[in-house]
């Protein structure tokens, strides 16, 4: 799985890389063998001024499957990134899981 981050209006630093690649992993684990590739994008909407806008956007490029694209503004980046990483992850499993629940009901229509 190749896993790309990206922010917007603030530089990178190696905590927060690390942080967000080692929550993606964690999530994406169990689904890893139909992800493609991950890209999540981070920015502060408001910059200095503050309040609610720190943005967290994950697309989630599955195999044979629609992107998941979720998007989350919190005040606090670790927690936009924890809550768009969840629901990333739930999304990836509901659309694979629908997937595999297609290739059954294929099968026992062959059979």
């Known amino acids: 799985m190749q896993i790309d981050i990206?922010?917007?209006?603030f530089s990178l630093t190696s905590a927060l890389k690390s942080y967000s690649?080692?929550?993606l992993k964690l999530a994406l684990e169990n689904c890893d063998r139909y992800v493609q590739r991950v890209t999540m994008?981070?920015?502060?909407i408001n910059g200095p001024?503050?309040?609610?806008?720190?943005?967290?956007?994950?697309?989630?490029?599955l195999f044979g499957l629609p992107d998941v694209v979720v998007?989350?503004?919190?005040?606090?980046?670790y927690v936009s990134i924890n809550q768009a990483v969840d629901r990333a992850r739930q999304a990836a499993?509901?659309?694979?899981?629908k997937?595999?629940?297609?290739?059954?009901?294929?099968?026992?229509?062959?059979?």
């Open 6 to 9: 990206r922010t917007q209006t």
């Open 71 to 77: 998007k989350d503004v919190k005040d606090d980046l």
């Open 93 to 97: 499993l509901r659309k694979i899981g």
């Open 21 to 23: 690649e080692k929550q």
């Open 99 to 111: 997937q595999r629940s297609l290739i059954r009901q294929n099968r026992l229509c062959l059979e």
């Open 49 to 61: 001024r503050g309040g609610k806008d720190k943005c967290c956007l994950v697309r989630v490029k």
């Open 41 to 44: 994008h981070l920015s502060d």
